[in-house]
């Protein structure tokens, strides 16, 4: 859904006269209606003390009384906004950490503002932004138990939204990652952050993961059936690869619905198999044996990734999304993730860049000869029958345009 600039709030807190200015004119210039001015951390403050919390906050770092980085820190705590820009002109390996630290804060980082600001850059970044549902639920009130969770299983609530995965050198669709939602009654779509660590907890993560299968496998089937061969990719729980059995069960799903295994992908995060070594690589050993494609996600965010790629037979890495975003204007990212592209392609993998976002990523992503890409630019997650409308849209806008400067 295209996003109304009027409808959003913005607030600018910037200490230099002339880039406040500047800020304020290209925002009312993009349509922004609902607009306030801060000249530091602590006008600012007082400003969102006494209202309602507001969309998004475009600050500057290096700024008198209270710093960009003390600011952030109040932001997040006293739940003013809910996603901020970084504006500044000082180093981007601080920058990247102050971005790290708002989010490790809870906060969305939409991305960064170089000086002086560009108003295609801006409006860019607000496009990003994701208006909250009003009907949402807060995570703290999302209190879950495991008959709550078993009875949603017995009413087949847990459902499957895709997000497409293209080349990145043609667009093409060649694979769908497979993204579990609970369609509560109540709450409507509810995340997987918030029953994942409960099912793993009580043993139920087994069923779910089965019946996700079913349904991934059925789609494929789909796909099949109607002349497309398009892979798709379910997250696997490090506690699902300690049962050894799985790569048998699987390979006779697979069978009796006559899909090449290949085109099942299974995606194991590399933090995630550190316990129960051993089982967990006789499972993925066995897994790569019948022909299953194994990916391994947010590459390089853990601590072990090079030892996960010596042991197990990935036949494809994914770039977290942390690397990717703002990449063309980080030297430090850019050379990470050109290193794994080339790390993967000696390894005769395939590479996945997640989390892409802006038209600038994509072509950066194509100059490093990166092969596939997924994110908000290409299509957020979404129901199956929504697929073909989103493939026709996607297929239009193909070839994608040069990205703006």
Request: glycine share 4%.
């Amino acid at each position: 859904m295209t996003i109304n600039l009027a409808d959003l709030s913005i607030m600018v807190v910037e200490d230099h006269q002339f880039q406040r200015v500047v800020a304020e004119q290209a925002l009312k210039g993009l349509g922004v209606e609902n607009l306030r001015l801060a000249n530091n951390g602590n006008d600012a403050l007082r400003q969102l003390a006494s209202s309602q919390p507001i969309d998004i906050v475009i600050c500057d770092l290096d700024m008198p009384e209270m710093d960009g980085v003390q600011f952030i820190r109040h932001l997040a705590n006293e739940g003013f906004v809910r996603a901020v820009i970084v504006a500044s002109a000082l180093e981007p390996s601080l920058i990247r950490t102050v971005e790290d630290m708002a989010q490790e804060h809870g906060l969305r980082v939409l991305g960064t503002l170089s000086k002086p600001l560009s108003r295609d850059r801006i409006r860019e970044l607000l496009m990003l932004y994701s208006a909250p549902d009003s009907a949402a639920h807060p995570v703290s009130s999302l209190h879950f138990t495991k008959e709550n969770l078993q009875e949603a299983l017995d009413d087949n609530q847990f459902i499957l939204h895709y997000q497409p995965k293209v080349l990145v050198q043609s667009g093409r669709l060649v694979a769908l990652e497979a993204l579990c939602r609970w369609s509560h009654p109540d709450m409507g779509l509810v995340g997987p952050a918030h029953f994942i660590p409960l099912m793993e907890s009580t043993g139920l993560i087994h069923e779910l993961t089965q019946r996700l299968i079913d349904q991934a496998l059925k789609q494929l089937r789909n796909n099949l059936d109607n002349n497309k061969a398009i892979a798709i990719a379910v997250n696997m729980s490090p506690v699902v690869l300690t049962d050894t059995q799985l790569p048998d069960e699987l390979y006779k799903k697979t069978r009796a619905l006559t899909i090449e295994p290949e085109l099942l992908t299974l995606e194991i995060t590399e933090s995630t198999l550190i316990e129960n070594a051993a089982r967990a690589l006789e499972t993925l050993a066995r897994l790569k044996m019948k022909g299953f494609s194994l990916s391994i996600d947010d590459f390089g965010t853990g601590y072990s990734s090079m030892q996960q790629l010596n042991r197990i037979p990935f036949s494809e890495l994914k770039i977290d999304r942390s690397f990717v975003q703002s990449a063309n204007l980080d030297k430090t990212r850019k050379a990470i993730i050109e290193a794994n592209i080339n790390l993967a392609h000696t390894l005769s993998m395939e590479t996945v860049a997640e989390g892409v976002e802006t038209l600038a990523e994509w072509h950066l992503l194509s100059q490093l000869h990166c092969d596939m890409a997924q994110g908000f630019l290409i299509g957020k997650p979404m129901a199956a029958e929504d697929l073909p409308e989103w493939e026709r849209q996607w297929t239009e806008k193909l070839p994608l345009p040069p990205a703006s400067s």
